[in-house]
């Protein structure tokens, strides 16, 4: 059962971001800030998560030198603080299918991130690299294809009025145009690039302080701050800041409870066990969930674009699982090889050489 863990908790993670997705784009839909929302559910987050942190790891905690501080800081800003801005706006601009179709480029990107900081090997002469080449392509001609090509709609049942989906003009908007779609996909794309290199990089900065709780909790925190500073610059208006028993607190409580509190935990401790990369490979099923039922809760109307993209996208990430599970396996094989040579080599050592008598002729 121990092996499966890891498995077991990259399916959560995945199906709670694909929650994200959806409430998300319905409490924009209703006319949130952007600004405002993602400087909520960090706060909450960061209340969620403190007692735990304060409790469980306080006592054991880690010395948090000056310099680890400040390596916490900016990936707090960087990873959390400017990927949640961008990616808000993204999906104000886009759909909430199209927005977890673009979290499939994260792998590609993680991947790039990955090999130039040397945690991941390329080889291109071998079957895996060429594995990872083809699969990369595939994911560039799948993100491609969301942002250009739209292509015949397809309706699914739609349950109407489940969520309060208007804009501030009450006006139901489920297909956006292409300037807007190419825009959305511009911005989600940024966004995964700065959630790549904080995927990445958390894993460098985990050694440090390895406290993963008080790690996260201190992240959210920072990010609170940070979030707080940039929503109070562009939004002073506070009706816009008021939240009532509705879409927008749910998705509030959701992003802020258990997308941040709980997933954010969830991937430190994912990556601790199997890397970035694992983590970002399978990033697909948070597609195939939000495609589903984003077209039957918040009535999105899905395109053939949207379908030939995310296939494409993921076809191309499991050939890069693929050429990356196959160079895992080739490595074990080397390892053990060398294991086996060793030990053969210190057992002629120790078997003393037979020697002949003297000859009696």
């Given at each position: 059962?121990?092996?499966?863990?890891?498995?077991?908790?990259?399916?959560?993670?995945?199906?709670?971001?694909?929650?994200?997705?959806?409430?998300?784009?319905?409490?924009?839909?209703g006319g949130m800030n952007n600004y405002v929302f993602v400087f909520y559910r960090q706060a909450a987050a960061t209340l969620f998560l403190a007692p735990f942190a304060f409790y469980f790891e306080w006592k054991n905690r880690p010395t948090l030198s000056f310099v680890t501080f400040c390596k916490i800081f900016f990936l707090s800003l960087f990873g959390i603080s400017l990927c949640l801005d961008i990616f808000g706006i993204?999906?104000?601009?886009?759909?909430?299918?199209?927005?977890?179709?673009?979290?499939?480029?994260?792998?590609?990107?993680?991947?790039?991130?990955?090999?130039?900081?040397?945690?991941?090997?390329?080889r291109l002469r071998s079957v895996s690299g060429i594995a990872k080449i083809v699969g990369i392509i595939a994911c560039i001609a799948g993100a491609i294809t969301l942002a250009l090509y739209k292509g015949p709609h397809f309706n699914l049942l739609c349950l109407h009025h489940l969520f309060e989906s208007h804009n501030s003009h009450g006006i139901v908007s489920h297909v956006p145009s292409s300037q807007t779609r190419i825009k959305g996909c511009f911005l989600l794309f940024v966004s995964n690039i700065l959630w790549g290199l904080w995927l990445v990089l958390q894993g460098q900065v985990l050694k440090d302080y390895p406290s993963k709780l008080l790690f996260i909790t201190?992240?959210?925190?920072?990010?609170?701050?940070?979030?707080?500073?940039?929503?109070?610059?562009?939004?002073?208006?506070?009706r816009e800041w008021e939240l009532g028993w509705n879409v927008r607190l749910l998705a509030v409580a959701y992003c802020g409870i258990?997308?941040?509190?709980?997933?954010?935990?969830?991937?430190?401790?994912?990556?601790?066990?199997?890397?970035?990369?694992?983590?970002?490979?399978?990033?697909?099923?948070?597609?195939?969930?939000?495609?589903?039922?984003?077209?039957?809760?918040?009535?999105?109307?899905?395109?053939?674009?949207?379908?030939?993209?995310?296939?494409?996208?993921?076809?191309g990430l499991y050939s890069v699982l693929w050429g990356k599970s196959k160079e895992e396996k080739m490595n074990d094989a080397k390892c053990l090889k060398a294991e086996v040579d060793k030990e053969r080599s210190e057992l002629k050592q120790v078997v003393p050489v037979e020697t002949k008598g003297p000859s009696l002729v």
């Open positions: 059962m121990g092996d499966k863990k890891p498995y077991l908790a990259v399916l959560l993670v995945q199906s709670i971001y694909g929650g994200m997705f959806m409430l998300s784009k319905a409490a924009f839909n993204g999906i104000v601009y886009a759909s909430a299918t199209l927005a977890a179709a673009i979290s499939n480029c994260l792998p590609v990107v993680t991947f790039f991130l990955a090999l130039l900081l040397r945690m991941e090997v390329l201190l992240q959210c925190f920072l990010s609170t701050i940070q979030l707080f500073a940039i929503a109070i610059g562009f939004e002073r208006d506070p258990v997308v941040t509190g709980v997933t954010f935990y969830l991937q430190a401790w994912i990556i601790e066990k199997k890397g970035p990369v694992f983590l970002a490979m399978s990033t697909p099923v948070t597609l195939v969930f939000t495609m589903f039922f984003s077209a039957i809760l918040l009535c999105e109307i899905i395109t053939l674009g949207s379908v030939l993209g995310g296939l494409m996208l993921v076809a």
